[in-house]
Structures are given as structure tokens and as C-alpha cells.
């Protein structure tokens, strides 16, 4: 599976956010990354932090790939890949943070490949499984970090309330300024507050990135 742009900005996003969280500051924080696929969240979240990442993915070929990638990394010591199915984890620990790029499509027309419809369509792992999951594996003061397309944040935000989580901040992605908004970037906890909204575009009128895409993606994109 090729690495996306949105999901470029996710793990550069996510990092940031758990970097410059105060709660969160410390050597003994873990995270867990569910549906790592190559392993590209892990690693920009190992990049930015101390922690200890668990990596947990279903599919046996993108287990492999992640678990080279991660042990190619400068971060491997902080990484652990782990082939499983997150509904039957059953880690022992809680997590301070919880990164999900989820499948994305429900109900929409899948392609004759297995391993792209258990990756891009909900056949395997749904978005209300992911929110009992991160019941199930997060602290009380943890923090859920999830991507979705934009059409279905709303939705997941009232489902998330359901179980008592709630939106503490949101991105919402544009590709320019003339496009509307095609990706959500949620961060959730448990604790109730005033949410806060903000907007990258991606690339201006001259199809060039913005200076605010580049601020953010300037540590992981060697060309910027």
C-alpha cells in the first residue's frame, strides 16, 4: 500500500500534538498504533518522542514490512511491531495515546483485492469497534488520535460521545484553497472541554505546498 499525503499530515499532526502534550511528556508514556500498516505513524510518533510504540497489525504481509522498516529505523528500540488482531489484544498495560488511520469506506463498491478491501473499506475493523477498543486500552486521561474522511466526522464525533469521548481539538484538511475539505484530523479524551478547530491546505493557487504544509511535514519530507 502506498503512503498517502493525509496520512503524512496524520503522523506529522499526531506527533506534534503528543510532543507538546504537558500530560504526556515523560519516558514512560506508550502509545499504541492500531492498523500500522508499513509502520509510517510509528515511526514520525518515534521521531518526536521518547515512548514506547506498539504497532499492532492484522495483515501478515504489512506485519513483515513494518517490522523491517522498523528495524532499519534509528527508532527500533522504541518500536515493536506486533501481528495480531486488536480486538483480541490483550496487552496488559493501558495506553496514554491511541493512532488509528481506520479503514475508511462503509457500504461503498470494494475492489477484487483482498488485501486493499480489508485495508481501505470497514470489513475488519469498524469505527465503533475502534472507539470500545480505545475504552478498552486507554488511560483515563488518554488521548485518541484518528483520521477519517471528512464526511463521516460528524457522525464519529457523536458516536465517540456515546461512550463519553469527546473532541478536544480537530484539523480539517483542503488540497487548495478552492477545494472543500476532503479529511478530519480528531484528537478525543474523556475529559469534556472547548474543542478547537483549525484548517491546513495542502497546496495554494500555484499548486505549490503552503508554508503551513511545509512547516509541518519539513522534519519527515526530505525535498521540503
Known amino acids: 500500500m502506498k503512503v498517502s499525503t493525509d496520512s503524512c499530515i496524520f503522523g506529522a499532526t499526531a506527533a506534534a500534538f503528543f510532543a507538546d502534550d504537558p500530560k504526556l511528556i515523560n519516558t514512560d508514556k506508550r502509545y499504541l498504533d492500531i492498523g500500522t500498516g508499513t509502520g509510517l505513524l510509528s515511526l514520525m510518533l518515534a521521531q518526536q518522542t521518547t515512548a514506547a510504540i506498539d504497532a499492532v497489525e492484522i495483515d501478515n504481509a504489512a506485519f513483515e514490512q513494518a517490522t523491517q522498516n522498523f528495524s532499519a529505523s534509528s527508532f527500533s528500540n522504541q518500536l515493536a511491531a506486533l501481528h495480531t488482531d486488536v480486538l483480541q489484544f490483550e496487552p496488559g498495560k493501558k495506553y496514554n495515546g491511541i493512532l488509528c488511520n481506520p479503514p475508511f469506506f462503509e457500504g461503498d463498491l470494494q475492489s477484487g483485492n483482498a488485501m486493499k478491501n480489508a ?13 470500545t477498543t480505545a475504552d478498552r486500552l486507554l488511560t483515563s486521561d ?29 484539523i480539517l484538511l483542503r488540497h487548495t484553497p478552492a477545494h472543500p475539505y ?32 511545509i512547516d509541518l511535514l519539513q522534519d519527515y519530507y526530505l525535498q521540503l
Open 142 to 170: 488518554g488521548i485518541l488520535a484518528v483520521l477519517l474522511p471528512y464526511h463521516r466526522v460528524d457522525a464519529f464525533i457523536q458516536s465517540a460521545n456515546d461512550l463519553q469521548f469527546y473532541l478536544q481539538q480537530q
Open 182 to 213: 476532503f479529511r478530519g484530523i480528531l484528537f478525543l479524551s474523556r475529559q469534556q472541554s472547548t474543542a478547537h478547530t483549525k484548517e491546513l491546505v495542502i497546496k495554494n493557487e500555484g499548486n505549490a505546498y503552503t508554508d503551513a504544509f
Open 119 to 131: 485495508a481501505k473499506h470497514s470489513t475488519t475493523f469498524t469505527l465503533q469497534q475502534l472507539l
